[in-house]
T-cell receptor
Framework: NAGVTQTPKFQVLKTGQSMTLQCAQD?????MSWYRQDPGMGLRLIHY???????DQGEVPNGYNVSRSTTEDFPLRLLSAAPSQTSVYFC????????????FGPGTRLTVT | LAKTTQPISMDSYEGQEVNITCSHN???????ITWYQQFPSQGPRFIIQ?????VTNEVASLFIPADRKSSTLSLPRVSLSDTAVYYC????WGYGGSQGNLIFGKGTKLSVKP
């Protein structure tokens, strides 16, 4: 099993550009989530999904969109990147719900200039 | 709203027991408390999870008092490889969608010295 995979590993965007961060898992987990990690702030939940076709907002959802068309994939879209979205983004998945053991991907380091 | 608070950093020596406490107010009475470990340039990794009293696995113990306003992660006989950042995770209700919102603490950076 590959576990949770994320692409790309690194990305530089200009303000106003859009992009999609990819996340996939091969463990047939129902729950998937996106976090951002900033220095001194820990991890903050952006969006999560409890199954295909179902998504919900976390603590910091503004500026991000998600969709879940399959169990395996959970892409995160930045519609119009801003410097405040410079961060490391982690995708995670778990069986059932988010308080169960979550498996994290390796992260995407995004810089918006 | 729930909030989780942890010490920013801790120092220890190899072979010592390390206890890291997380304060978490306003968590649901039937939710688990979960702890993660993170090494530089990696995603967090699950360590242990508990609901009340004491839970032990092969790497750590977790103590949760009856009032559940805090939890303590205990690492027995730490080694240099335990140098990492440790996060507690709890859930708050009232915002964040149908499953509430998962709140990570800001992390405790543990440095283990020889």
């Amino acid at each position: 099993n590959a576990g949770v995979t994320q692409t790309p590993k690194f990305q530089v965007l200009k303000t106003g550009q859009s992009m999609t961060l990819q996340c996939a898992q091969d463990m047939n987990h129902e729950y998937m989530s996106w976090y951002r990690q900033d220095p001194g702030m820990g991890l903050r939940l952006i969006h999560y999904s409890v199954g295909a076709g179902i998504t919900d907002q976390g603590e910091v959802p503004n500026g991000y969109n998600v969709s879940r068309s399959t169990t395996e994939d959970f892409p995160l879209r930045l519609l119009s990147a801003a410097p405040s979205q410079t961060s490391v983004y982690f995708c995670a998945s778990s069986r059932g719900e988010g308080l169960n053991e979550q498996y994290f991907g390796p992260g995407t380091r995004l810089t918006v200039t | 709203l729930a909030k989780t608070t942890q010490p920013i950093s801790m120092d220890s020596y190899e072979g010592q027991e390390v206890n890291i406490t997380c304060s978490h107010n306003n968590i649901a009475t039937n939710d688990y408390i979960t702890w993660y470990q993170q090494f530089p340039s990696q995603g967090p990794r699950f360590i242990i999870q508990g609901y009340k009293t004491k839970v032990t696995n092969e790497v750590a113990s977790l103590f949760i008092p009856a009032d559940r306003k805090s939890s303590t992660l205990s690492l027995p006989r730490v080694s240099l490889s335990d140098t990492a950042v440790y996060y507690c995770l709890a859930r708050t209700w009232g915002y964040g969608g149908s499953q509430g919102n998962l709140i990570f603490g800001k992390g405790t950076k543990l440095s283990v010295k020889p």
